[in-house]
T-cell receptor
Framework: DTEVTQTPKHLVMGMTNKKSLKCEQH?????MYWYKQKAKKPPELMFV???????INESVPSRFSPECPNSSLLNLHLHALQPEDSALYLC?????????????FGQGTRLTVV | AQKITQTQPGMFVQEKEAVTLDCTYD???????LFWYKQPSSGEMIFLIY??????QNATEGRYSLNFQKARKSANLVISASQLGDSAMYFC?????????????FGTGTRLKVLA
């Protein structure tokens, strides 16, 4: 099973709403990632969790709050977002943070902030 | 600093023909990994192929092969016998954990259109 599952697939939220994106993998991977991708652009790293601890925060605004409840789950809590935050949010996992193995990506959540 | 460059914003190929997507990279690290991903319009990033910097042979995975030229710092993807389902965005990526950079760095992508 090389699957990373993201929910929901689509999300429309107002600027005052609070919502969460969820990501799950059962490959035993110890590194998990959140990427943001705008249309026609490459994915941009937001956060990296390694062994359930936040390893990298790419200076992401505090209105995005990641959480890793256990080794299989990764959440991204959203609050007071701006329209420019509308994008495809991709979750990924890899065997561990320090290796050279590939990352597996989920299908993404298409977020629209209105 | 590490960087991936994909100079072809878009490519066309006739069905059943082979196509090469270009990728050059820049890193001062001796140890790194190079990856190619396919992104259909559905959004999912699909892993295609991996090449390690110390691998002497070019990687192959089915119809995909990676033309690795270390001295030129290039890692081109070759797709043989193109199929209509190959139409997608293709990203080259690099990872160099030894330098402490654990993230996957992506190029700007090449949009491939396979013509019937």
């Amino acid at each position: 099973d090389t699957e990373v599952t993201q929910t929901p697939k689509h999300l429309v939220m107002g600027m005052t709403n609070k919502k969460s994106l969820k990501c799950e993998q059962h490959m035993g991977h110890r590194a998990m990632y959140w990427y943001k991708q705008k249309a026609k652009k490459p994915p941009e790293l937001m956060f990296v969790y390694s062994y359930e601890k936040l390893s990298i925060n790419e200076s992401v605004p505090s209105r995005f709050s990641p959480e890793c409840p256990n080794s299989s789950l990764l959440n991204l809590h959203l609050h007071a977002l701006q329209p420019e935050d509308s994008a495809l949010y991709l979750c990924a996992s890899s065997q561990d943070e320090g290796g050279y193995t590939e990352a597996f990506f989920g299908q993404g959540t298409r977020l629209t902030v209105v | 600093a590490q960087k991936i460059t994909q100079t072809q914003p878009g490519m066309f190929v006739q069905e059943k023909e082979a196509v090469t997507l270009d990728c050059t990279y820049d890193t001062s690290d001796q140890s790194y990994g190079l990856f190619w991903y396919k992104q259909p319009s559905s959004g999912e990033m699909i892993f295609l192929i991996y090449q390690g910097s110390y691998d002497e042979q070019n990687a192959t995975e089915g119809r995909y092969s990676l033309n690795f030229q270390k001295a030129r710092k290039s890692a081109n993807l070759v797709i043989s016998a193109s199929q209509l389902g190959d139409s997608a965005m293709y990203f080259c990526a690099m990872r160099a954990p030894a330098s402490g950079t654990y993230k996957y760095i992506f190029g700007t992508g090449t949009r491939l259109k396979v013509l019937a």
